[in-house]
T-cell receptor, first 110, second 115 residues
Framework: SQQGEEDPQALSIQEGENATMNCSYK?????LQWYRQNSGRGLVHLIL?????REKHSGRLRVTLDTSKKSSSLLITASRAADTASYFC??????????FGAGTILRVKS | SAVISQKPSRDICQRGTSLTIQCQVD?????MFWYRQQPGQSLTLIAT?????????ESGFVIDKFPISRPNLTFSTLTVSNMSPEDSSIYLC????????????FGQGTRLTVV
């Protein structure tokens, strides 16, 4: 079952602009993770934020978590054409299972 | 980190047949998972592969359709049985570290088309 919705479903921006993706979830979580998938291949882990954290940075990535609203956002700054991919949030649950959101397709135009 | 080799990377199969997908990890891991990604969709967990015991299946998935083996701590197989076109998906193997807050690593996936 899907954890929740991601919005937008698709996002098209120019190179150099910032991209923001949002994710909502339904249940209590241990953590929330963001993954990137290029062209329907394997997923690459981007960042993990624990349920007791509110914000985390990694390079050009910034993730926020609001457990009261059961939502998270992923910000990619100064986007590049190579950032074109599908982005998924996933909540880490009991037994280290992941429940994925619907995903956002990001296209960065050069 | 963990490096996962998944085979085959893609296959086209006739309906009614079965396909076994292999997942090899470069280190011993406790948790191994199999996911399905239907066309244009997100990932859905099929089952958790447990070493030394039967796999634990998620709601909507059954052992007769998706038998799983886990003979040791570095290897698992997923079989898609009696395939129909609705089984056309990407199947992904994943491993996770020990502990409640660890990232997951994914194989490159097996793109299955059933005709």
């Amino acid at each position: 079952s899907q954890q929740g919705e991601e919005d937008p479903q698709a996002l098209s921006i120019q190179e150099g602009e910032n991209a923001t993706m949002n994710c909502s979830y339904k249940t209590s979580i241990n953590n929330l993770q963001w993954y990137r998938q290029n062209s329907g291949r394997g997923l690459v882990h981007l960042i993990l934020i624990r349920s007791n954290e509110r914000e985390k940075h990694s390079g050009r990535l910034r993730v926020t978590l609001d457990t009261s609203k059961k939502s998270s956002s992923l910000l990619i700054t100064a986007s590049r054409a190579a950032d074109t991919a599908s982005y998924f949030c996933a909540t880490g649950e009991y037994g280290n299972k992941l429940v994925f959101g619907a995903g956002t397709i990001l296209r960065v135009k050069s | 980190s963990a490096v996962i080799s998944q085979k085959p990377s893609r296959d086209i199969c006739q309906r009614g047949t079965s396909l076994t997908i292999q997942c090899q990890v470069d280190s011993q891991v406790t948790m191994m998972f199999w996911y399905r990604q239907q066309p244009g969709q997100s990932l859905t967990l099929i089952a958790t592969a447990n070493q030394g015991s039967e796999a634990t299946y998620e709601s909507g998935f059954v052992i007769d359709k998706f038998p799983i083996s886990r003979p040791n701590l570095t290897f698992s197989t997923l079989t898609v049985s009696n395939m129909s076109p609705e089984d056309s998906s990407i199947y992904l193997c994943s491993v996770s570290g020990i502990g409640a807050n660890t990232e997951a690593f994914f194989g490159q996936g097996t793109r299955l088309t059933v005709v």
